[in-house]
């Protein structure tokens, strides 16, 4: 108990002394509030203005979690056919990872254009950001299976739906969660980069308002949200790997590297 | 009809992108049912490949396998495999790990519950159903191993170099264990083994590989009575029969 009281103290630490180096800086080096504005200001923002701030993280956290789950229900499943087929990992991977290259502000006007400026755009950018690290790792995942693992399963005369489910699937859940792990993180930035472009709500629209007013502290005032969003929900699927694969944590690494 | 499994000029050449691997010269070989036939050889001269090929994990090159009398294309349920490392899953416990093959071949999981505590409890593990393997001994993971490869009560037991991992006092013990269970099962065993000892002790017939591409080159009877213990290690006839299949390994350099 202890230890997880200060697994979140330690942090919880390092970030206030981090906030009091900021306003010491400010103090010292005499840096104007129009380049970067004090901590008070800024938390002086979060309280005023903290019903408008939360009615409009409400849509970025919605766009959010809806693309991270579509990263989730579409990219395993893809990383499971691009493992089990030498045709589509050929043919769709590259593409894949092409698709990747392409800077996603660019196209985001796209999906507005197509989509209009409600929520579905800013879910399919997040999705976009937020998928290629669960297939990557997913994909990786699934073929460093033991492949000692793999014949004792065949031996046993599974079928190949029995050797995902029974060995695959554990083995590369690791994998796997470290790469939902990253996705949660990206995925806010997706749903950010689409109010960008097609917001008139959400923490991205009050970012870009408020940098076009020069209104600094509530610029990080939200930036302060998104952050948390990002480290709560970094926190809520670490959890969900917790209980999901306690053997991972648990077990010693003596037994993975053989006895 | 009494053989269990049969090899007639079995080859193997894998085919790789660097180009053919001849692992198995034609082999040709006879295991009569009940029987426990050791297999030593040097490293990489194809004794797993061949364990392989009696599984139906691998496809042969050439000739034909038979276990009971059918011929082996693919993985069949007349086997039991021990493989070097336990290969517990670690996201089971001892007793889900041991029920795995029930669960694969959708047998009655009431009825082979009860096998699966029996066999833990020949093995001496009767409080460690709910264990997670990752709580055991590197011997005790082996034994869960060995519950696991006879659940579904094959006829035929296959161990890779089940105790190389060990140490050579567990190995003993282990070794003592096989010969219990075999003696009590009645099950044919076919057992690779790096330990020229451990095959002499615990087969009725020991037989030598070649380097690769491998091939049996000679075959020793084992004619000490069971049931056996330790104390034999220390008969003459023992020592003379694991120096005569220790000639070939000086002959042929080192066996391992
Ligand atoms: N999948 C494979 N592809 C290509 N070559 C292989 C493959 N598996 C084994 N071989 C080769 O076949 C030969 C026999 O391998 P095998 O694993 O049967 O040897 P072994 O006698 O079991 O060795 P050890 O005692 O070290 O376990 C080796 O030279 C190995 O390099
Ligand atoms: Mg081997």
Redesign the interface.
């Known amino acids: 108990m202890i230890s997880r009281v200060s697994a979140v103290a330690k942090p919880v630490l390092f970030l206030l002394l981090l906030i009091a180096l900021w306003d010491l800086s400010i103090r010292v080096f005499h840096v104007p509030p129009y380049l970067i504005p004090a901590p008070l200001d800024v938390i002086q923002v979060l309280i005023a203005d903290w019903p408008d701030l939360f009615a409009q993280s409400v849509p970025t956290l919605s766009a959010t979690l809806l693309g991270f789950v579509a990263s989730a229900v579409i990219g395993i499943p893809l990383a499971l056919l691009i493992v089990s087929s030498k045709t589509v990992e050929d043919y769709v991977y590259p593409l894949l990872v092409f698709s990747q290259s392409v800077p996603k502000v660019a196209i985001a006007p796209l999906f507005v254009v197509w989509f209009g400026f409600g929520l579905v755009p800013k879910v399919i950018s997040a999705f976009l950001l937020g998928m290629f690290p669960v297939v990557v790792s997913a994909v990786q995942g699934l073929k460093s299976v033991d492949s000692d693992l793999l014949d004792l399963a065949r031996g046993m005369e599974a079928d190949r739906w029995q050797i995902f489910r029974m060995v695959s699937l554990p083995s590369a859940a690791p994998a796997i969660f470290a790469g939902l792990k990253v996705s949660v993180t990206l995925t806010v930035v997706g749903a950010v980069v689409g109010e960008f472009v097609g917001g008139n709500g959400g923490l991205g629209f009050v970012l870009q308002r408020s940098i076009g007013n020069f209104e600094l502290p509530t610029m990080f005032a939200a930036l302060v949200l998104l952050a948390l969003i990002g480290v709560v929900l970094f926190w809520l699927v670490e959890w969900v790997e917790k209980l999901a694969i306690p053997w991972h944590s648990s077990q010693q690494k003596s037994f993975n590297q053989g006895s | 009809m009494t053989t269990a499994i049969e090899l007639a000029g079995v080859t193997k050449t894998y085919r790789t992108k660097q180009g053919d691997v001849p692992s198995l010269r034609p082999v040709d070989l006879a295991i009569k049912r009940g029987e426990v036939v050791a297999i030593v050889g040097p490293s990489g001269c194809g004794k797993s490949t061949l364990l ?1 090929l009696v ?3 691998l496809p042969a090159s050439g000739g034909a396998v038979q276990v009971n009398g059918a011929a082996v294309t ?4 007349d ?1 039991g ?1 021990v ?1 070097q ?3 517990l ?3 089971r416990s001892v007793l889900r790990n041991v029920m ?2 029930v ?3 959708r047998l009655p999981e009431a009825e082979y519950l009860q096998r699966a505590h029996a066999l833990l409890k020949m093995t001496g593990l009767s409080g460690f159903a709910d264990k ?3 709580q055991l ?2 011997g005790m ?1 082996q034994r869960v191993a060995i519950c696991r490869a006879l659940v579904h009560d094959p006829e035929i037991l296959l161990m890779d170099e089940p105790f190389g ?2 140490d050579a006092l567990t190995r003993e013990t282990m070794n003592l264990d096989l010969l219990r269970i075999q003696a009590e099962t009645g099950k044919t065993i076919l057992l690779i083994t790096h330990s020229i000892p451990e095959a002499v002790f615990v087969a009725d017939r020991v037989l030598v590989m070649s380097e690769r591409p491998g091939a049996i080159v000679a075959s020793y009877e084992v004619d000490l009575p069971r049931p056996r213990n330790l104390d034999m290690m220390g008969d003459p006839r023992f020592a003379e029969l694991a120096r005569q299949v220790r000639t070939h390994f000086h002959t042929q350099g080192h066996l391992d």
């Open positions: 392989k599984a139906g994990l693919k993985p069949h349920r086997v495999i493989f490392q336990a290969l899953l670690p996201w795995m093959p669960e694969v071949k997670s393997p990752w001994s590197g993971q991992a060990l």
